[in-house]
């Protein structure tokens, strides 16, 4: 299948044709199978050495002494962070990773702090991600995961907004996930300025690439790193890159590290092969299907140990899962449009996995995926 047919598809997803789950699974293994079929591996050029892991421009940084320009730098900060957000953390970098259980954050490689738990919107409508986004802002979520193809920036967008107006929390408290669509590759800087746009939002958090596609991911990488450059986005990463050499491909010949990889991952497929490889990179995971996915996610709270430690905990076997994502160090963003669940799976920070307990849930790993792409 040529790329054009894929733009077909994916506009009819984007009005809203393909709603039922079997036909959402359909669609995106056939877009997958086809974007690697089309696609030839470009190599790249820079060592892992030469990288500089920072996104952080800090040509505005005065000599110690030197008080008009400090407090100049002083006033500018803060009217950056008022307009663009929290100020990267760059002190911290170097613990980049470590997941902080208590305030539920990681410093992520960009020196930006990303919450560890989050919304997921995928398969839901505009008017599902609103009500979602604005029951998880309000349950205490600061993560918020989007992406052009799901066809409900707009959605999202509002429910941010309804949570700011009603005093919920503030822009900057928010972290917003979105991801570029393979069709948009080939112009990465009007596909930024859109999904600002929809979002109605002055700056994006995170942007990920939402799918390898070596014929043209790299160019679309650098648009990102230009809006980087431009304050349009925080941070810069990945989704759907399963093998080491591919995720090497792309670094090598781009300059911002990624700061995320965002992968299936859950009990039965724990990612540990690409979570051991990213981790050199200070890149962490992030889990899709954190609860296998609709339509599968009975397999996995029906599973024996998984059950069996939510009843040793008194909780569902949905926290025990999300619970072993984040002790894991897997950013989590469980989807769902039911505010009971979404309240549900917020309430993991006040119980802890023993280390058998882990152990058990370790040896699940089946490496099996859910999905067909
Ligand atoms: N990068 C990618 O290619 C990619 C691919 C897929 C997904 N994602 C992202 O990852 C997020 C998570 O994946 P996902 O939403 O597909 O799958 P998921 O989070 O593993 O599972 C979602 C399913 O779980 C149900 N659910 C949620 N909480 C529950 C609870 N406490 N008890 C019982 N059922 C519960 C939801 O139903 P209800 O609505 O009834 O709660 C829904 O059917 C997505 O929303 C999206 O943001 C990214």
């Given at each position: 299948?040529?790329?054009?047919?894929?733009?077909?598809?994916?506009?009819?997803?984007?009005?809203?044709?393909?709603?039922?789950?079997?036909?959402?699974?359909?669609?995106?293994?056939?877009?997958?199978?086809?974007?690697?079929?089309?696609?030839?591996?470009?190599?790249?050029?820079?060592?892992?050495?030469?990288?500089?892991?920072?996104?952080?421009?800090?040509?505005?940084?005065?000599?110690?002494?030197?008080?008009a320009d400090a407090e100049a730098v002083q006033e500018a900060e803060e009217v950056s962070s008022e307009t663009t957000g929290t100020a990267p953390n760059e002190q911290a970098v170097g613990d980049a990773g470590v997941f902080d259980l208590e305030n539920g954050m990681v410093l992520l490689n960009s020196g930006y702090e990303m919450p560890i738990l989050g919304i997921g919107c995928?398969?839901?409508?505009?008017?599902?991600?609103?009500?979602?986004?604005?029951?998880?802002?309000?349950?205490?979520?600061?993560?918020?995961?989007?992406?052009?193809?799901?066809?409900?920036?707009?959605?999202?967008?509002?429910?941010i907004q309804r949570a700011i107006d009603e005093g919920i929390c503030t822009r900057e408290e928010i972290f917003v996930t979105t991801k570029m669509w393979t069709d948009d590759f080939g112009d990465g800087d009007a596909a930024i300025d859109a999904s600002l746009s929809r979002l109605d939002l002055e700056y994006i958090d995170l942007m990920i690439l939402h799918h390898s596609q070596p014929s043209n991911d790299v160019e679309a990488y650098q648009a990102m790193e230009r809006a980087v450059e431009a304050g349009k986005l925080k941070s810069i990463g990945l989704s759907n890159y399963y093998e080491p050499e591919d995720f090497?491909?792309?670094?090598?010949?781009?300059?911002?590290?990624?700061?995320?990889?965002?992968?299936?991952?859950?009990?039965?497929?724990?990612?540990?092969?690409?979570?051991?490889?990213?981790?050199?990179?200070?890149?962490?995971?992030?889990?899709?299907?954190?609860?296998?996915?609709?339509?599968?996610?009975?397999v996995l709270f029906d599973d024996e140990t998984i059950s069996s430690i939510a009843t040793e905990h008194g909780k569902t076997s949905a926290q025990v899962i999300l619970r072993w994502h984040l002790?894991?160090?897997?950013?989590?963003?469980?989807?769902?449009?039911?505010?009971?669940?979404?309240?549900?799976?917020?309430?993991?920070f006040d119980f802890e996995l023993t280390e058998d307990e882990m152990q058990r849930l370790t040896a699940l790993d089946k490496d099996q995926r859910f999905a067909g792409y």
């Open positions: 299948m040529q790329l054009s047919e894929q733009a077909n598809i994916s506009c009819m997803v984007k009005g809203g044709i393909f709603d039922d789950a079997k036909t959402w699974d359909f669609v995106f293994g056939f877009l997958m199978i086809a974007s690697l079929g089309a696609c030839g591996i470009s190599q790249g050029a820079e060592s892992v050495e030469e990288r500089d892991t920072l996104a952080v421009d800090d040509s505005t940084l005065t000599e110690e002494g030197d008080d995928f398969r839901l409508s505009q008017s599902q991600a609103e009500d979602s986004v604005y029951w998880a802002l309000r349950d205490g979520y600061r993560l918020i995961d989007t992406a052009r193809i799901y066809g409900n920036e707009e959605g999202v967008g509002r429910g090497d491909r792309l670094v090598d010949a781009t300059t911002i590290t990624p700061a995320l990889l965002q992968n299936e991952t859950h009990p039965y497929h724990q990612s540990t092969v690409m979570k051991e490889h990213i981790a050199q990179y200070g890149t962490v995971m992030e889990s899709w299907f954190p609860l296998g996915g609709r339509g599968n996610t009975q002790q894991a160090g897997n950013i989590a963003i469980p989807g769902s449009s039911n505010e009971a669940h979404i309240q549900e799976n917020f309430e993991v």
